[in-house]
């Protein structure tokens, strides 16, 4: 369970994030920080949890909890020949969608979608994918559903 402060800085980041997440019908818990991990969506149970440290601002967790919002959307919405057409976009069609292992996502179409979908509904200018660049348009490689 997170303090009051981490709790209102989680309740402040929250409200930065311009996607009607609702809508996704995953529910948004914030907890104490842990080393090596940001923020975690479990799928199965419609759950993101977001691991706050007292350092972090806003823009930051706001930046999780969009890229977070991305893994919910792609659980919800997207099938293989989305995926497959959004790498193709991204100019790596014949990448994996989903990572080979425990941990970061950052290489991975999925960690990449996440962090693009961070990009266009959140105010981080942050970008941690390591699949492709930085697009300039993020919102513009969303499918048209995901940008309601």
Do not use: Q
Not at 29 to 52: C, D, K, M, S
Not at 74 to 91: E, S, V, W
Request: charged share 25%; aromatic share 10%; proline share 8%.
């Amino acid at each position: 369970m997170p303090t009051r402060a981490g709790a209102a800085l989680g309740e402040r980041a929250l409200a930065l994030v311009r996607y009607p997440w609702r809508r996704l019908g995953f529910r948004i818990v914030f907890a104490p920080g842990r080393p090596g991990l940001r923020a975690r969506t479990n799928t199965a149970r419609r759950v993101i949890t977001v691991y706050l440290r007292s350092t972090d601002t806003p823009e930051r967790v706001a930046h999780d909890i969009a890229h977070e919002l991305g893994h919910a959307y792609d659980a919800r919405f997207l099938r293989g020949r989305d995926r497959r057409a959004y790498l193709a976009r991204r100019g790596r069609p014949h990448a994996a969608w989903w990572p080979t292992a425990e941990g970061s996502d950052y290489a991975s179409g999925a960690g990449d979608f996440a962090e693009v979908f961070a990009l266009c509904y959140s105010p981080s200018p942050e970008f941690r994918s390591l699949l492709a660049p930085k697009p300039a348009h993020p919102c513009g490689l969303l499918r048209r559903k995901a940008k309601r």
